[in-house]
């Protein structure tokens, strides 16, 4: 996977993309909003926003910055923005998920539906999201992730010389993504239908200690 293989890819799907994708991944963006339990005020970045079809389950009075990298997904985002009214929505901006253009500690919270397995490098992805985390919140991760069955499992490899062309990484294994002293997995659930996409639940930071400050707050806001 490489950026212009994503872009290529986002540009295509990026006027169908809600029609094939909306509702079979609604119930993981509902179930991922719920856990994240974002309240008025608190700050949320969305990695991998698309086109923004998560953005009306937030609470109306949080504030929530979206980022992707096709300018096309995007442009879909900001059409549901305007035409919704979401006030909850801060930004949405073009930007690499590996290379996050914000400061240290800038969110409550930080979510990546769908994108795990879409980015070149999944390890930057979730370094760059726990750097922009306040210590103590939450960091969620919605991704397919290759089957125990050996025979979906077989299937999911022989797709991966498509991979630029479908745009994500269908072999993905789960055990690929970081479970550490101080990121520890709080739990992995199933978020669709079939349990074929996962949520992964980390605090960032060690499990006993108390949930940080929010960033409007260190922020001074």
């Known amino acids: 996977m490489d950026l212009d ?3 290529n890819a986002y540009r295509r799907y990026a006027n ?13 963006r509902k179930l991922a909003i719920r856990t994240l339990d974002i309240g008025p005020g ?10 923004g079809l998560s953005l009306p389950y937030y609470h109306p009075e949080s504030r929530v910055v979206g980022i992707d990298i096709s300018p096309e997904m995007l442009a879909k985002a900001e059409e549901r923005v305007r035409a919704d009214s979401l006030s909850q929505v801060e930004e949405l901006l ?11 500690d800038s969110f409550d919270a930080v979510v990546a539906m769908y994108v795990a397995s879409v980015v070149p490098h ?3 992805l979730i370094s760059e999201m726990r750097r922009v985390c306040v210590p103590g919140g939450d960091i969620l991760i919605i991704n397919h992730f290759a089957s125990a069955n050996p025979v979906l499992r077989g299937l ?18 789960l055990g690929s993504l ?3 002293e101080d990121f520890q997995r709080v739990g992995v659930r199933n978020a669709n239908i079939f349990g074929y996409w996962k949520l992964v639940h980390y605090r960032n930071g ?9 960033a409007s707050a260190a922020s001074g806001e």
């Open 42 to 51: 608190q700050r949320v970045l969305e990695v991998g926003v698309g086109t």
């Open 16 to 28: 169908h993309y809600d029609r094939i994708f909306g509702p079979v991944f609604n119930p993981g």
């Open 94 to 104: 073009v930007m690499d998920a590996e290379q996050l253009d914000f400061p240290d």
């Open 5 to 7: 293989s994503i872009r």
């Open 206 to 214: 060690d499990l006993d200690e108390p949930v940080a400050a929010t």
């Open 178 to 180: 970081p479970e550490m």
């Open 122 to 124: 999944p390890d930057r």
């Open 156 to 173: 999911e490899k022989g797709l991966r010389p498509l991979s630029k062309l479908l745009g994500f990484r269908p072999d993905m294994d």
